[in-house]
């Protein structure tokens, strides 16, 4: 059942991922590839991202997780379309897509 704060026009489809420009910090039982991670300045793991804060497991052509079945935990509870992802897109200034960047328009 979806969430009573989520916003149904928000879907994987018209989502620019905002949310993979966020820090996401690892929790002990996270079980990313360790290649993908790093160790911030306060010692806590964290995922690595590129030069321009994009996450690196993030597909730049699908706008997709690579690693999406073994992605942590607090990407798991990030919910589409929730308040978090509204305040974060608002804060970007990010529209959603009218179009797949592989199929064109929707």
């Not at 905002?18 to 929790?27: G, R």
């Not at 974060?88 to 897509?97: F, G, I, K, S, V």
């Amino acid at each position: 059942m979806p969430a009573m704060n989520a916003t149904p026009e928000i879907t994987c489809a018209t989502c620019r991922a905002c949310c993979c420009q966020l820090e996401v910090i690892l929790m002990g039982d996270d079980n990313v590839p360790r290649h993908l991670t790093h160790e911030d300045e306060w010692g806590g793991e964290v995922m690595r991202r590129l030069e321009d804060g994009w996450c690196v497991a993030l597909d730049r052509d699908t706008l997709l997780c690579t690693i999406y079945e073994r992605r942590p935990d607090v990407c798991r509870e990030y919910e589409m379309g929730g308040l978090a992802c509204r305040e974060e897109r608002a804060h970007l200034d990010t529209p959603p897509r009218t179009e797949h960047p592989l199929r064109g328009p929707f």
